[in-house]
């Protein structure tokens, strides 16, 4: 299993951007996928939500209204948009999912990509 964050940079506040996550080597289709987010000396938050063929999302409060989670299974990449940037959405941005054995699972991340907002 492998995901890939890309996307992160600067961005001034009030901005926007859009992150990626590239999956691979498991069943990207069938499988939920979360976003995180830690700021440095924080603990991790968990953002967004989406869950396959429905595709439902949800979100933190923190984020409610100026983020949307959405993916492409034929790319096997999760997106995720934000608007309105501010300040205190400084993190690292860390895609995750979780699979499934016979009896157990694993949880599984990416190596993170920083957002820095700030003017």
Known sequence: ???VESGG???QP????RLS???SGFTFSSSAMKWYRQPLGKERELVETNTPTTHV????DSVKCRSTVSRDDSKSTLYLQMNSLKAEDTAVYYCSTRVWGALTYNDYWG???QVTVSS
């Open 1 to 3: 299993v492998q995901l």
């Open 9 to 11: 940079t600067l961005v």
């Open 14 to 17: 009030g901005g926007s951007l």
């Open 21 to 23: 996550c590239a999956a």
């Open 57 to 60: 999302t949800t979100n933190a």
């Open 111 to 113: 190596q993170g990509t």
